[in-house]
C-alpha cells in the first residue's frame, strides 16, 4: 500500500494549509460586500440600495438588453456595462446621504429616467 503523503512533502502541506487558513482569515474581515445591480430599459434592480459609511462595497452590474452605463457624479464613480460582462464598481462610501446614479449610455425613450440610488447611512 501507498501512502498519499511522503515524510518529505507533508510540512509543505502543513505551511500551505497554514497560510490559506490566514488569508481566510483576513477574508473575512476585508472582504467588501457585494451587490449584484441588473439593468435594463429603463430601470435598475435593485433601484435602491443603503449602504454603511465606511463600509468596502463592490456592485456587480451586467444588463438583460442592451449597453447601459451608470454614472454617480457626487461620488465621481462611472461605469459603463455592456452585455454578456460584468462590470464592477468598487468604492467605500465616505459620506452619509442619498446618492442618484443616472444610466450614462443612452439606451432609449427611458434613459433619462433610469436611476439608481444609494442610500449611505452612519
Ligand atoms: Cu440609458
Not at 449584484?36 to 463600509?55: C, D, H, W
Not at 462610501?93 to 433619462?112: L, N, R, W
Amino acid at each position: 500500500m501507498k501512502l498519499p503523503v511522503s515524510g518529505k512533502t507533508l510540512p509543505a502541506s502543513v505551511l500551505i494549509l497554514g497560510s490559506l487558513a490566514l488569508s481566510g482569515f483576513a477574508a473575512g474581515s476585508d472582504t467588501p460586500k457585494t451587490v449584484n445591480v441588473s439593468a435594463k430599459r429603463f430601470a435598475f434592480e435593485p433601484s435602491q440600495i443603503t449602504l454603511k459609511k465606511g463600509e468596502p462595497i463592490v456592485l456587480e452590474l451586467t444588463t438583460e438588453d442592451v449597453a447601459h452605463g451608470v454614472k454617480f457624479k457626487e461620488l465621481n464613480l462611472s461605469a459603463r456595462i455592456d452585455k454578456g460582462k460584468t462590470a464592477e464598481l468598487a468604492f467605500t462610501p465616505t459620506q452619509t446621504g442619498d446618492f442618484v446614479g443616472h444610466c450614462s449610455v443612452f439606451c432609449g425613450s427611458g434613459h433619462g429616467s433610469m436611476t439608481l440610488t444609494l442610500h449611505v447611512t452612519e
